[in-house]
């Protein structure tokens, strides 16, 4: 039976690398972006629940696992308007955690009414330990957010063999990446990581799909870090 996956975020960067990862695999993949796969903005309050709707429509009613990867890394410098800037706080938030948190919900629901098991594979960042730029702390508190978020759930479902793990990857090499390299001096940023450069996206999507199809359950709660040493723990 091919396993039925949920991925946010497919359109491009990591997410497209993890999509392509399955591509030996038995499985059947549904994709969100905002403007390929399933479109779905999730600054739209109600873009999870249709998103789950919709995904578990074309997967003819069973979902196995979710991946929840999509997100945003935007820029939120403390000399803006009071207002601007809880205003990009909670887009931030509801982008990268709140969407997250409903996707996880749904799914946890689902998996109980129908007695399955299941697996959740969170997309953190290595922000969620390290912290982040002076204007990226809400970057940083939605991605500390996954991590804990994802241990809750590992913790309160495993019984019920629903399994949950985090990835944290440091710099990786996408659009993301790209314009936060560039905005720090680039190069120099790298003397940073002992490995020496940032991380492919194939790299990221290795650890998702491990998360996703094979990990042992008692690997549940954990979370991974892919930083080439940036940060350890
Ligand atoms: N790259 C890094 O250095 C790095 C480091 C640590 C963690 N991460 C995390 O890894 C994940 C993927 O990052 P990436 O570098 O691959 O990012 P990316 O290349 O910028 O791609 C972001 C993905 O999220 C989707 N997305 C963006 N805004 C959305 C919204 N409002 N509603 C729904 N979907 C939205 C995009 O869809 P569209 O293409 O349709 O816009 C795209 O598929 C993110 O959660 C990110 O925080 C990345």
Redesign the pocket.
Known sequence: MATHILL??????????IAESFKHDKVRLIG?????GI?????DPK?PVALWNKALDALDGRIDVLI??????ETNPLDIDHEDWVANWERTMR??LT?SAELCRLAICHWQAEGRPGRIVN?????AYRGDSPAHWH?AAS?AGMVGMTKSIARGYARQGILAFAI??????????DD?LASRGGEKLLADIPLGR??D?DE?AVLARFCALSAPPSMTGAVLDINGASYVR
Do not use: E, H, L, W
């Open positions: 946010t975020g497919a359109s491009r960067g990591i997410g497209a690398a969100q972006g905002t403007r390929s479109p779905t903005d999730f600054a873009a929840n990867n999509a997100g945003v890394f982008v990268n969407a997309m953190a960042s290595r922000a970057y991605k944290c990857p440091g710099f990786t090499m996408t659009g993301m990446a936060y940032v991380a996206t990221v």
